[in-house]
């Protein structure tokens, strides 16, 4: 059906920068927004940055200025770029889409997660 796949974590020094990407895959219609999550050990999962269809983004109040998220429709890849990482910024970053798949011949809509990448910003 539909797989969503995290990957550019890892370990950075404070200050430092990465970026994550999240590429989808299977019998895909369209995809509507696409969303960048959080979950720190011991705390709930927040939203950190959401990007629409047409690239409009909004971020969590922690990251603005700081994270840039972005997207390709034509590779079915959304992109969040973080810079000035601070080492509250450590967790496990997961992408949710909004997609639109052919299940069978059926067009279906549905929420897909992907498994999450690790960034951990040191001090």
């Known amino acids: 059906q539909v797989q969503l796949v995290e990957s550019g974590g890892g370990l950075v020094q404070a200050g430092g920068s990465l970026r994550l990407s999240c590429a989808a895959s299977?019998?895909?219609?369209?995809?509507?927004?696409m969303g960048w999550y959080r979950q720190a050990p011991g705390k709930q999962r927040e939203l950190v940055a959401v990007?629409?269809?047409?690239?409009?983004?909004n971020y969590a109040d922690s990251v603005q200025g700081r994270f840039t998220a972005s997207r390709d429709n034509a590779k079915k890849t959304v992109y969040l770029q973080m810079n000035s990482l601070k080492p509250e910024d450590t967790a496990v970053y997961y992408c949710?889409?909004?997609?639109?798949?052919?299940?069978?011949?059926?067009?279906?809509?549905?929420?897909?997660w992907g498994q999450g990448t690790q960034v951990t910003v040191s001090s």
């Open positions: 949710k889409g909004d997609i639109t798949y052919f299940r069978g011949t059926i067009p279906s809509r549905g929420d897909y």
């Open positions: 990007v629409t269809r047409g690239g409009s983004t």
């Open positions: 299977g019998s895909i219609i369209m995809i509507g927004d």
